[in-house]
T-cell receptor
Framework: AQSVTQLGSHVSVSEGALVLLRCNYS??????LFWYVQYPNQGLQLLLK??????LVKGINGFEAEFKKSETSFHLTKPSAHMSDAAEYFC????????????FGTGTQLKVEL | DGGITQSPKYLFRKEGQNVTLSCEQN?????MYWYRQDPGQGLRLIYY???????QKGDIAEGYSVSREKKESFPLTVTSAQKNPTAFYLC???????????FGSGTRLTVV
């Protein structure tokens, strides 16, 4: 079965600092991986996705993630945090067995401080 | 503009009552999904549907029911059998051949 683990339920950074949110996956097949962002009382918005091809994936709002098969990781980064980046971030993996189902991690709450 | 509409945004119900959450999309997506979100637990799949008049149980289907009579609509009923229904419910849709979801803005259900 496919699963993802997000390390750190809360991450705090200073404005302008590097953002690094960690995600490790477990998959018996080549994974399709996703990062979503959620603002309070809102739905989730897709930041980026990896299916096949280039392992460095660029997304919206200056975020990017690198698929590292050897480390079973798909960490999300942004060079310089902005106050508007404060939100909850979810990593997800597509589940096998049909239906295009996604299994989500438990989320990482990002706080950006002045 | 295309999107997914969930209504209402907030819903309060008494314990023992069934309640139906609405989800409508105008994206012409074939597949639709219902997830439940609880603090610290991420999102858990309740039901999904890949085509009209067909749907499958997800990981936590007990106490819930759905229908898919139209491509655009995928309502979720939270029945009195659901032991802990207070949660944030999210509906999503996707084209069959795609690998990412579009989410609605959610319904926060509180049962008192």
């Amino acid at each position: 079965a496919q699963s993802v683990t997000q390390l750190g339920s809360h991450v705090s950074v200073s404005e302008g600092a590097l953002v690094l949110l960690r995600c490790n996956y477990s998959s018996s097949v080549p994974p399709y991986l996703f990062w979503y962002v959620q603002y309070p009382n809102q739905g989730l918005q897709l930041l980026l996705k990896y299916t096949t091809g280039a392992t460095l994936v660029k997304g919206i709002n200056g975020f990017e993630a690198e698929f590292k098969k050897s480390e079973t990781s798909f960490h999300l980064t942004k060079p310089s945090a902005h106050m508007s980046d404060a939100a909850e971030y979810f990593c997800a993996v597509r589940t096998t067995g049909g239906g295009n189902k996604l299994t989500f991690g438990t989320g990482t709450q990002l706080k950006v401080e002045l | 503009d295309g999107g997914i509409t969930q209504s209402p945004k907030y819903l309060f119900r008494k314990e023992g009552q069934n309640v139906t959450l609405s989800c409508e999309q105008n994206l012409n997506h074939d597949a639709m999904y219902w997830y439940r979100q609880d603090p610290g637990q991420g999102l858990r799949l309740i039901y999904y549907s890949q085509i009209v008049n067909d749907f499958q149980k997800g990981d936590i289907a007990e106490g819930y029911s759905v229908s898919r009579e139209k491509k655009e609509s995928f309502p979720l009923t939270v029945t009195s059998a659901q032991k802990n229904p207070t949660a944030f419910y999210l509906c999503a849709s996707a084209p069959t051949a795609s690998y990412g979801y579009t989410f609605g803005s959610g319904t926060r259900l509180t049962v008192v």
